[in-house]
């Protein structure tokens, strides 16, 4: 297997993933996509596309591309760090089928970048460049989490592009983009598993939107990155789950910049499965110089809150119809709970 690795993968952990891959990505020869494919398990989607979009289909293009951009950098990052024996990163006994399972994720993600930009280019428009990249992990238990909160934002996320692709017209593009759901909703499933959950979290997965993907991803991009000028999309200022509810506190205290907007009368507005988002006030806990923190009520037996919910801090309380509204009103951005 290590051999493999090193073949496909050029990065260090210290210095995060460098583009472009040894194996090519994100510009592939077809030699190099083929040996991609059998690691992938199967092949990069040929459907065929439609001649014409709309310019936000551009836009859900760009963002998924974006989206999987980031994915390929955390899973050979992982890969890497699961592989070349870096601290906290140590696999229990048992457990030798996560890595050719990271494997296979990270190899079906790059075919998804590889399709988006391909996509793209098909429309005319210029692909998405990798950038780098920092994630907030210093542990494999810390990974597992990380992508398990990321893809279920995507996952949610995903119902928002796919609903956006049904109104604009771009429904050529519907049937290639459900594939990826399901695929990327077979990966939470592991992640959950690997966490001790059961891996299907809901029968209704929470929605979200690409306003909130956005957000959540530019956090872990360089700034500088060129790349993310070109999607029209808004974003959002931070907000971080600073304690996290529990069965016996239903609070939930959450921290964001004092640096960034007006912050006088913000609700907090909690986003989960296919129900109206729910609005509740905050309470100032502290305010320092630079770090406001406050506490809301966090109604999850009241609202059977359950799964993913997302957080966002709005200017105005609603009510919302649902994670589009919501993002309308978004000053502070997106927080997840997975419960
Ligand atoms: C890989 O390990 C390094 C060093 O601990 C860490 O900084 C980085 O966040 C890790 N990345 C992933 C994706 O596990």
Known sequence: ????????????????????LKDGFPDPSPLQLLSVGSHSLGTLSSGSLPATISTEGITNLQLLAFNEMVAVAFFSELVANLTEGIEGFNLLPGQDHVVPAIVATLQ????????????????GVNPMAP????????????????ASVVTAAVLGAQHGVIQNLAENGDVGLVQGLVSITGQEGEQEGFFRELQGKIPNELPFLTSSTREFLFSALRRVADPLCASLEGISLPSFFPLDV??????????????YSALEADCSSLSVVYTNQQNPPIVKPIMFE???EDLITVKAQFPQDEFSINGLTIIALTSQPGPFKDASDVAKATVFGPAFVIL
């Open 1 to 20: 297997m290590s051999l493999i690795l090193h073949a496909l993968l050029f990065t260090c952990a210290a210095c995060g993933v460098l583009f472009p």
């Open 242 to 255: 600073a304690i996290f509810p529990d069965p016996n506190s239903p609070i939930i205290t959450l921290t």
């Open 108 to 123: 079906q993600e790059e075919l998804h970048a590889v399709n988006a930009n391909a996509a793209l280019q098909h429309f």
């Open 131 to 146: 950038c780098t990249y920092t994630f907030p992990v210093a542990s494999v238990e810390d990974a597992i989490y990380w």
């Open 286 to 288: 502290s305010i320092t």
